[in-house]
């Protein structure tokens, strides 16, 4: 097929820092089109009997930003201070693995907005041990719309295709890994164009991926917070009454909540420990080499069991993980949550989260993850219960 690709002339450009975003402007390029007026909060009821009716996509709107009490803060300080070196091993391994993917040039795309300050850390590791210096973007995907497609173009038009490769902070039960190969096939068919839809992840308890750093479902400390760990930039905008035919997809930089912002010093505290962690980042990457990583979605059966047992029959209602149970908690209207045993010390903050908005939590011995968040059903509707 020929391609249809604009020329670099017609694309819009990348945002950057300061002026969008706490990032420095070496650290990422947004490929994101600023909506600063644009009025998209809305509550949270509103916007779950929204998508739950059909009639809005989640990324139509913004969930209103939860600013965290003293006492979340002193526990997102308390998880990254026992998971700060965890962390930097996870992004030492998963970082050669995405170089040795790519054969040293890679270029990293990570998924906004959980991807971001993952591939800022990928990009660091990759400067800090190899002496690599990795372009890094990072752009929308939007489920049930898939991936930016006049963001794909511009990487298209600036970079080598073989050479990207997409980055996320964490799998759930793998609902984005396959939105992304869906959008990616999609791209080949309408612009003859075709990335790799190999995705790297920092955590992969879902099972879901090749590339990763762990497939432990621990607390990535970046999952605590929304826009104050992750370049005070919200999550992602989809929506046509802002966004044209050839425009990015969306986002806003919340600047006054700059006194808030803890986004560099999260990066900063992980490449701390970079130097400590060469010899056992060789050692995951040696055992990478031996292991069967083919990914079995042990996470998507177990969401789907999940999903009958408590009657809720629809997928997308259960979030699998910490990270994903965080996003219940922080954004969506919560039902009910339910924790492994022996994860109660590992997940304080998703116990106080849910003390605060009045979730009741159910304490389940073999679950596959440490926490499942489950999404109130028929909000709005007849329930489903």
């Keep these: ?18 002026a969008f975003g706490s990032y420095a402007a ?14 998209l909060e809305a509550p949270a009821e509103e916007r779950e009997h929204a998508i739950q009716t059909g009639a809005a996509n989640y990324a139509e709107s913004l969930p209103i930003e939860y600013l965290p009490s003293p006492e979340y803060e002193a526990l997102y300080r308390e998880a990254l201070e026992r998971s700060g070196r965890r962390l930097a091993v996870a992004v030492g391994v998963v970082t050669d693995l995405a170089l040795a993917a790519r054969g040293n040039r890679p270029v990293f795309v990570s998924l906004a907005r959980a991807g971001t300050p993952i591939g800022i850390l990928m990009r660091r590791w990759a400067q800090h041990a190899r002496g690599i210096d990795v372009p890094h973007y990072t752009m929308s995907i939007v489920r049930g719309v898939g991936l930016d497609q006049t963001a ?24 984005i890994a396959r939105e992304l190969s869906a959008a990616i096939a999609l791209f080949g068919q309408t612009d003859g164009v075709f990335f790799g839809d190999d995705l790297a992840v920092l955590a992969d308890p879902g099972h879901c991926v090749t590339i990763h750093g762990t497939r432990e479902d621990y607390l990535i400390p970046s999952a605590c917070l929304n826009s104050t760990v992750s370049g005070l930039v919200s999550r992602t905008v989809f929506n046509r ?9 969306g986002a806003k930089f919340y600047a006054e909540l700059s006194h808030n912002d803890v986004s560099r010093d999260f990066l900063d505290t992980v490449c701390g420990y970079f130097t400590d962690v060469a010899d056992d980042v060789a050692a995951g990457v040696a055992a990478a080499g031996t292991e069967d990583r ?12 999940i999903s009958t047992e408590y009657g809720i029959n629809d997928v997308n209602l259960v979030k699998p993980g910490v990270g994903e149970t965080t996003r219940v908690l922080l954004r969506r209207v919560p039902w009910k949550v339910l924790v492994r045993a022996d994860a109660v010390a590992d997940v304080a903050h998703v116990l106080l989260l849910a003390e605060q908005r009045g979730v009741p939590i159910e304490v389940v011995p073999d679950l596959p993850y440490s926490c499942v968040g489950l999404i109130r059903p028929g909000h709005g509707i007849q329930a489903a219960q």
């Design 1 to 18: 097929m020929t391609s249809s690709l604009p020329t670099a002339a017609v694309l819009p450009h990348p945002l950057s820092g300061p």
């Design 152 to 175: 794909l173009r511009y990487l298209a038009v600036h970079h080598e295709p073989e050479q990207i490769i997409f980055v996320d902070g964490w799998t759930g039960k793998g609902a």
């Design 26 to 39: 070496e650290d990422v390029s947004w490929l994101l089109q600023d909506l600063q007026g644009a009025a």
């Design 241 to 249: 009454d802002l966004i044209g035919e050839d425009e990015f997809h």
């Design 294 to 305: 083919t990914p079995s979605w042990v996470g998507w059966k177990a969401v789907e069991q």
